[in-house]
């Protein structure tokens, strides 16, 4: 694990901002080391990448650009543009497009509102380097069903892809809420919000909510162990007993270890073997951020377990960047991310000291 060393506005990050930035750049390298052989089989990885895939090269199902970010980072950034935005009304009483101007405490500006007016932008092709007008190049099918859902009702309590549809799909995305809203209360009320746009399933809104308190507190510099502990005692609390499906799928990321599975495959209990449940890529996280190594050789390990490479590898990075620092992320991954530069100044325009 690496102490901060990055430079921002001249002068050197604290700790937290390390932490911080280093969670959002992880979740982006994650995505794009995983896209080249997303959907893929451990065995045919294996084939192909003896040694795991070590660099951002692109290419894959959907032929990406090296660094070029899938609907995971992309989502991502609509949540962290959605803080923003209440950021800078809180600070400067900025007028948001939708929204009158604000009274300098953000008091009207809904962030789960903010971030499916986000997704709708993205899905409509308002986004860097698209074509207005066309479809994203990848969009799971829970996501176009909620954002449909969500784009006649405008309100995230009336949209989502029901219960049973549960996918990683708002998994992958939560993160700016663990970094940006310190209220803890209202970072479980957010992140069930959030994901409440396309995931409304109770299985997806818990994840969300249990991912964000381990985030949390590792950017607050608790240790790896009682960060998990923290987001075992926000299931229980969600489901309100002890061995609720999202509690159960926290402490079997206790149990299982990244390079078995990246060797040997899933355990057997892991039916869907990595390939989008959402408890699945939460245990697959939990296990990737209690692996002492460093956080380049556990992603190579998330991805090489297959099937669901790139969002596994994009939620287990974000942890494991809050674990580490922005500094322990390679860089010549950091130098091909897309979002990297923008994801950074974001941060840090935001993140205190």
């Not at 950021?87 to 300098?104: K, V």
């Not at 219960?163 to 992958?172: I, K, Y």
Request: aromatic share 4%.
């Amino acid at each position: 694990m690496s102490s901060p060393s990055g430079q921002a506005n001249g002068g050197q990050l604290s700790s937290r901002q390390s932490r911080i930035v280093g969670a959002l750049l992880g979740l982006h390298a994650g995505d794009c080391l995983g896209a080249t052989v997303e959907f893929l089989p451990r065995v045919m990885i294996a084939r192909s990448y003896p040694q795991g895939v070590r660099d951002i090269i692109g290419g894959g199902h959907f032929d990406w650009s090296p660094g070029h970010a899938t609907d995971d980072t992309d989502m991502t950034r609509g949540v962290l543009l959605a803080y923003k935005t209440l950021h800078d009304a809180r600070t400067e009483g900025t007028r948001d497009s939708n929204s009158t101007m604000t009274n300098g405490e953000g008091a009207d500006l809904d962030v789960a509102r903010l971030a499916g007016e986000n997704f709708l932008r993205w899905v409509d092709g308002e986004w860097p380097d698209r074509t207005p007008g066309w479809l994203p190049k990848d969009m799971g099918g829970a996501t176009a069903r909620g954002l449909e859902r969500y784009r006649v009702s405008r309100d995230p309590e009336r949209a989502g892809a029901g219960q049973g549809s549960a996918g990683n799909g708002s998994l992958m995305r939560c993160l700016p809420t663990a970094l940006f809203q310190p209220d803890r209360h209202k970072m479980i009320a957010e992140s069930i919000r959030i994901s409440k746009i396309t995931h409304d399933d109770f299985r997806c809104t818990t994840a969300c909510a249990v991912y964000n308190s381990i985030a949390a507190a590792l950017i607050d510099g608790v240790s790896v162990e009682n960060a998990v502990d923290h987001g075992e005692a926000v299931a229980i609390r969600l489901e309100r007993r002890m061995d609720g499906p999202v509690m159960q799928a926290v402490r079997r990321g206790r149990q299982v270890d990244v390079a078995d599975m990246a060797a040997n495959g899933a355990p057997i209990d892991m039916e869907g073997e990595c390939s989008g449940y959402v408890l699945e890529t939460l245990t697959v996280a939990v296990a990737a951020v209690r692996d002492a190594r460093s956080l380049e050789d556990v992603l190579v390990d998330v991805v090489r377990i297959g099937r669901d490479t790139d969002t596994n590898a994009a939620v287990a990075g974000g942890l494991l960047g809050a674990r580490d620092g922005e500094d322990a992320i390679p860089t010549r991954w950091k130098e091909k991310l897309q979002f990297g530069k923008e994801f950074r100044e974001v941060a840090l325009a935001m993140a205190t000291a």
